[in-house]
Structure formats: C-alpha cells, structure tokens
C-alpha cells in the first residue's frame, strides 16, 4: 500500500492529500480523496474505502472533518 497522508483543513476547509510523498491536491470531502487516489493507481476505491481504511493517516480528525 502507498504511503497516504491527509493535512488537517485549511481556512478553506480543504485538506492536501499526498501519496507517496507527492501532493495530488486538496480535498474538500471524501470523495476527493477516493479520486486522487484512483489517480494514483489505485483502480476501485471509493468512498467507503477511504473512511475506513487503516492505511490512510489522518491528521487533525478523521474523515468526517472538514472545517479549520
């Protein structure tokens, strides 16, 4: 599995995404991060799959957090 790192929300409530050590982007809710990971290769994740994957690191809150 690939190193997946969420950031804790900005101002704006989006959080960067980077995969092995690469920034793809900033997400604004879920199914973004699913999308920026099926970018990377990752065929047939979803959104179920972000919130309960163990390989994901959040930081500053879990997938349910989008405020600053």
């Known amino acids: ?3 997946v790192i969420v950031y804790p929300p900005d101002e704006d409530g989006g959080r960067r995404v980077r995969v ?3 920034i793809l982007g ?3 809710r879920v ?3 699913a999308e920026f ?3 990377a290769g990752l065929e047939g994740v979803d ?3 972000v919130v309960a994957a163990g390989w994901i ?3 500053g809150g879990g997938p349910d957090v989008w405020e600053h």
């Open 1 to 3: 599995m690939p190193v």
């Open 47 to 49: 959104d179920l799959d």
């Open 31 to 33: 199914e973004d991060v």
């Open 57 to 59: 690191t959040w930081r």
């Open 20 to 22: 092995d050590g690469v």
């Open 26 to 28: 900033r997400a604004f």
């Open 37 to 39: 990971l099926r970018r």
